[in-house]
């Protein structure tokens, strides 16, 4: 009788490791085989790898040498069929492969001959129920893991700006960690200010040591984890929502939302930046008088210097000097200066038109519950009509997700319809301070901040002609300075007129944002 020759698979997964299936005792449990029935061992072939399928590393390997050189051994042993594969389908063409080459594939704890037909049910057996067992143990997972979502547990790896950890009980959660919560915190700030796009965000986010890929940072901007919600993803007859997460939020409900509305184009964004010289600040902020196009600017060489000058783009001549333009400018920045002798005044107006539209807050707080009882009443008549089968699930769903998302949103703002506690006194003290002073903060600003004092005072571009500016709107801030600066020029000429009606000259308070008034004068700050 010719002595047969066998290779040894050892096999575990990583998840293995600790179930008893260790390598060291695959190859005792075989070695000990072969002693006892006279196999030589040519070699041992060790796997760290999953049974899922036999695209494994070391079987590919073993299996290409076996056909590059035919006959080299007689027998692959392995301790059960479990170590072979898991998976029944691909077995039998493993199996087959291994018989063509001559080779007999065999489990020494669950022998089977397979020249034996009915072998072959006991063998898909053996194979089915790793299978099975595999399968009941995603679900439990499966199953664990949606349970978990479902109380607000976060449940794989820690996104940016946060840590896992673990209670002493053994539970996991995760908590912020700096500096990343930090500049997520900032991402959010920024991209719902629409400063920049999404592409200047993420490199400026590197830039400020941010480790992340381009995906990971959209991921990141759009995950609802950090303004404090879980999500749940849709299962079997079950819808997805969102749940209140466990974990501290490092960002508000609105905040994350305004983000979203910016990001998918629900607000206009804001324009891109022009860039433009130190000595043009004006450039692009004005309107030719003869044909109404912009303005542009540029330097002119003379025969000693260069000139500057602002100048229309068509061929109407419209063109003056940028020192004379500049300087009648700052003209007329001092026409808007409020008048020193009714600082108090001014200042009481808008504490009286800041009072009046805190208790509009009220309202529209009332105006918010209303548009999600609508949202509400929307989503409980789309489930109407899908009972009636007058609409598929797929057009509810899409429903429904809307509704979600707008409910959110609002009732995002309604828990920040609080009055806010600012010292309005503060701000309105410093801001007029820089009202009164506003033509020395221009001309000692750099070219941004110049032109932000243009943008927030003018919202409409200016048209100079016949050495002065004229413009279709200003902003409310300066609208407010000039109606009592000229009430006030009115009362020192005898002509009467009423203070007390200036403050309803202020805007009022829309949906959002809620601090209209406030902004501007900050804007001009």
């Known amino acids: 009788m010719n002595t047969r020759i066998a290779d040894l698979y050892c096999r575990v997964s990583t998840d293995e490791q600790t179930s008893g299936y260790s390598l060291d005792y695959q190859e005792e449990v075989l070695r000990r085989y072969c002693k006892i029935h006279g196999i030589i061992v040519r070699k041992v072939i060790f796997e760290d790898h999953s049974a899922k399928s036999f695209d494994r590393p070391e079987w590919k390997k073993m299996l290409g040498e076996y056909r590059k050189q035919k006959g080299l051994i007689d027998c692959i042993l392995f301790q059960k069929w479990d170590r ?20 007999e594939a065999q489990a020494v704890e669950q022998p089977l001959d397979l020249s034996i037909p009915e072998n072959k049910m006991l063998l898909a057996m053996y194979l089915a129920i790793p299978e099975v067992e595999n399968l009941r143990r995603g679900l439990n997972v499966l199953t664990g893991m949606r349970q978990a979502r479902k ?66 940072f959209w991921h990141m901007i759009t995950n609802p984890i950090y303004c ?3 999500f749940v993803p849709r299962y079997q007859n079950e819808e997805s929502y969102y749940v209140q997460g466990q974990h501290e939020p490092l ?8 983000a979203q509305d910016v990001l998918f184009g629900r607000k206009k964004k804001q324009a891109v930046k022009v860039a433009v010289r130190e000595e043009f600040p004006l450039r692009n902020f004005l309107t030719c008088p003869k ?20 100048h229309c783009t068509s061929s109407c001549g419209w063109r003056y000097k940028a020192e004379f333009v500049h300087d009648s400018f700052i003209q007329e920045l001092r026409k808007y200066k409020p008048h020193p002798a009714m600082i108090e005044l001014y200042k009481q107006v808008i504490l009286d038109a800041y009072a009046s539209q805190s208790n509009g807050a009220k309202n529209e707080k009332k105006l918010l519950l209303q548009e999600i009882g609508e949202q509400n009443s929307r989503l409980a008549k789309a489930r109407e009509l899908l009972l009636a089968e007058t609409i598929d699930a797929g057009d ?66 200016l048209v100079f002609e016949e050495n002065s500016y004229r413009t279709a709107r200003v902003n409310e801030a300066v609208q ?24 309803q000259r202020v805007i009022p308070l829309g949906l959002e944002p809620k601090t209209h008034t406030l902004k501007v004068y900050c804007s001009t700050n």
């Open 84 to 103: 072979f594969s898991r998976e029944a389908g691909s077995s039998y063409a493993t199996l087959a492969q291994l018989q063509k080459l001559g080779i």
């Open 151 to 216: 109380m607000g547990r976060h449940v794989s790896t820690a996104p940016i700006g946060y840590a896992n950890k673990t209670y002493e009980t053994g539970r996991k959660y995760i908590a912020p960690k700096e500096p990343g919560a930090s500049m997520v915190r900032w991402a959010f700030a920024e991209l719902a200010g629409r400063k920049c796009s999404v592409q200047e965000l993420w490199e400026q986010s590197r830039q400020k040591g941010l480790i992340s890929s381009k995906n990971a």
């Open 228 to 230: 404090g919600k879980i």
């Open 251 to 258: 960002i508000s409900e609105e905040l994350f939302y305004t």
């Open 291 to 310: 044909c109404g196009k912009t303005i542009t600017a540029s330097a002119s060489k003379g025969r000693t210097a260069y000139y500057n000058y602002y």
């Open 396 to 461: 509810y769903r899409a429903i429904k997700t809307e509704c979600e998302r707008k409910t959110n949103l609002l009732e995002a703002k309604v828990s920040s319809c609080s009055p806010a506690q600012e010292n309005i006194e503060g701000i309105l003290d410093k801001a007029l301070y820089n009202l009164s002073h506003i033509d020395e903060r221009y001309e000692n600003a750099d070219i941004q901040g110049k032109r932000q004092i243009i943008g927030s005072m003018f919202p409409e571009k």
């Open 480 to 503: 407010l300075i000039y109606a009592i600066d000229k009430a006030f020029s009115e009362k020192e000429k005898g002509q009467t007129g009423d203070f007390a009606s200036l403050s």
